[in-house]
């Protein structure tokens, strides 16, 4: 998620826009710039690594000026380097803009500037913007913005300066953020409240569609009509560390919260309005995709969890048989991999060992490999054939929640994918799927809607010693997910079991008020599992089930607490199911005091064997 900031005043701009870089910090970035109006010109700086590069540059070669865009950028259209950061400029470098967010149609765009003479530096979707607001600038700005942006398709907040315009800072946002901080005799844009702390406490936020215009003295802010609206200013109180979690009390609540949106920025910009899928990043033809009669997906932890979620989806559509390995046995393990192999390597960081490792096995015998990951530009995706980006944004916290969500995704829809090109699905019954999934986002909304209700299971349950998790099929695996969310933040020891193998030794561990939570999503095996439940419950197990709206009253008789799930797809369960579960590790560690964003003995990136 980049972070943007922007200045008009009277003040020097530089070290404005780097301090509110650097309380920016915290949401990740690979890469950070300046433009800087100076001596009648536009002068961009901008440099690839830590923030610290751009401000030694800075610090030995001043940019004067009173107008100024700073960005950190989180790759995700072309990999981290100097190019490619933010900001980026028009071709006769009158327009300058930072971004965040994602312009899903930028290559229709771009093809269509450039059918037009319009050169392109970069590999970005941003530069297109640059180029789209010089291409319609005939002297006013704010119009020659408004065109652009009925041209652009996607998710986006934006900065804007032009050469001719020493008076004028723009911002427009568009399903992303961006907050307008309120001085006096200067005025500010950001992605977020910390940047503008220092300066301002009085903010106003911009809506969907609306366009900021900033002067030093004045602020107008229009609707997507053009037409110009009141707005109460909002005035401040968080601290700046509050401020840098959006007012959650941790990184990890915040990003279970941003859940929908990465759901959203990740499956969005690869489906049409028809519910077809375009999956431009694999270079694979058909014909190609035909050929590989197995698919091996590697990862650990969480990742390998979404591979096994993406095993069930991808046997389901497309009928071909999928191996899930942990990475790190499957290097050891000479494995059977030959060039009818696809390997899908899973991986948040795109940097664990032996994930690297693992392909690098099964590259050197020759299997092709794709690897679904966050971070652009990570080892991982530079070593592997093909590249599924999921677009969740940085994840800060340890426990891995957005990134998991999104490569369930990635998985599926390389499985719908699969199963078109293959024929075992037809165009129409892609597209309801797709369709479905479309609908996911609000879904997760509307458990996440109603927190309190998980928050008071865990206030009784937190003093545990153990937490059993059952389910059957597909939601087994989700029951894994949930059980390592639980023992990895609140450190209570948890494991997940297939609940038809309970009564193979597991069952003898339980007792009076052991906590079992059961998952029954599944349709054709809700009976099994309801048998399973009152095999627990006549132990004496306090059962917690999940189960679809639908099934909630029959199942109340079987449990004694009922959590439910909006009603979906049983192969899309897992992207509902396992957010109670997020919240409920969440909550029950916050009920035992633990250190929840940086759980002892554990990183967020493995690097190490
Ligand atoms: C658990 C968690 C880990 C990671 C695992 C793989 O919440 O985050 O289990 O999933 O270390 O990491 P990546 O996905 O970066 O390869």
Redesign the pocket.
């Known amino acids: 998620m980049c972070g943007i900031v922007g200045y008009i005043g009277e003040k020097q701009t530089v070290p404005i826009l780097m301090e509110g870089l650097e309380k920016l910090e915290y949401r990740g970035y690979d890469s950070a710039g300046v433009a800087i109006y100076s001596q009648e010109d536009l002068v961009v700086k901008k440099f690839k690594g830590r923030l610290s590069v751009l401000a030694d540059y800075l610090e030995e070669n001043p940019l004067p000026g009173v107008l100024g865009i700073g960005h950190t950028r989180w790759a995700t259209h072309g990999e981290p380097n100097d190019i490619n950061a933010h900001p980026h400029t028009s071709y006769h470098g009158k327009i300058a803009v930072v971004h965040n967010g994602i312009v899903e149609n930028y290559m229709k765009l771009k093809n269509w500037l450039k059918g037009k003479g319009i050169e392109f530096k970069s590999e970005t979707d941003t530069e297109v913007i640059a180029q789209l607001i010089e291409y319609y600038y005939e002297g006013n700005l704010v119009e020659a913005l408004q065109k652009a942006i009925q041209k652009m398709e996607g998710a986006y907040a934006i900065g804007v300066i032009c050469k001719d315009q020493p008076d004028t800072l723009i911002g427009y946002r568009k399903d992303n953020p961006l907050v307008v901080g309120i001085g006096k005799g200067e005025n500010f844009i950001a992605s977020d409240i910390p940047a503008l702390l220092k300066h301002t406490r009085d903010v106003y936020f911009l809506e969907d569609g609306e366009m900021a215009v900033l002067t030093r003295d004045h602020i107008t802010i229009l609707n997507d009509l053009g037409e110009e609206m009141n707005r109460d200013p909002f005035h401040v109180t968080w601290d700046i560390e509050s401020a840098e979690k959006g007012g959650y009390q941790h990184f990890m609540l915040k990003e279970i919260n941003e859940q929908p949106k990465a759901v959203r920025d990740t499956l969005f910009p690869r489906v049409d309005k028809e519910n077809r899928i375009k999956l431009d990043e694999l270079r694979l033809t058909g014909e190609e995709l035909n050929q590989f009669n197995k698919i091996i997906i590697i990862?650990?932890?969480?990742?390998?969890h979404a591979g096994l979620v993406g095993k069930y989806a991808i046997e389901k559509f497309a009928r071909i048989p999928v191996e899930v390995e942990i990475a790190s046995e499957f290097r050891y393990k000479d494995p059977f991999v030959d060039k009818k192999t696809l390997l899908i390597a899973?991986?948040?960081?795109?940097?664990?060992a032996d994930?690297l490792a693992a392909l690098r096995e099964a590259k050197g015998k020759g299997a092709h490999v794709l690897t679904v990951?966050?971070v652009v530009g990570s080892r991982?995706s530079r070593e592997a054939h093909d590249v599924f980006y999921t677009w969740a944004g940085p994840e800060i916290a340890?426990?891995?929640?957005k990134?998991?969500i999104t490569?369930i995704i990635a998985l599926n829809l390389i499985g719908l994918y699969l199963a078109e090109l293959k024929g075992t699905m037809t165009r129409a019954e892609v597209a309801d799927k797709v369709a479905e999934l479309k609908n996911l986002p609000d879904k997760i909304q509307a458990i996440l809607d109603h927190q309190e209700n998980i928050q008071a299971i865990a206030n009784k349950q937190f003093n545990q010693q153990s937490v059993f998790f059952i389910g059957r099929g597909i939601d087994d695996y989700t029951s894994k997910e949930g059980s390592?969310?639980l023992k990895?933040i609140s450190y209570i020891h948890s494991e997940a079991i297939a609940a038809g193998e309970l009564k193979h030794g597991t069952i003898a561990l339980l007792e009076k008020g052991t906590l079992v939570i059961a998952l029954a999503t599944q349709d054709q095996l809700y009976d099994k599992m309801l048998s399973n439940m009152k095999e627990v419950k006549a132990r004496g197990a306090f059962v917690v089930a999940i189960t679809k709206e639908k099934s909630r009253e029959e199942v109340e008789e079987s449990a004694d607490v009922v959590l439910s799930i909006p009603d979906t797809d049983n192969v899309f369960t897992p992207v509902l199911a396992v957010v109670p579960l997020q919240l409920f590790a969440y909550y029950t560690a916050v009920a035992r005091g633990a250190d929840i964003d940086k759980p002892k003995n554990?990183a967020?990136?493995?690097t190490v064997e």
């Open positions: 990862a650990c932890g969480t990742a390998m899973v991986s948040q960081s795109g940097e664990t994930t990951t966050n991982i340890v426990a891995s929640t990134a998991y490569q390592l969310k990895e554990l967020k990136s493995v």
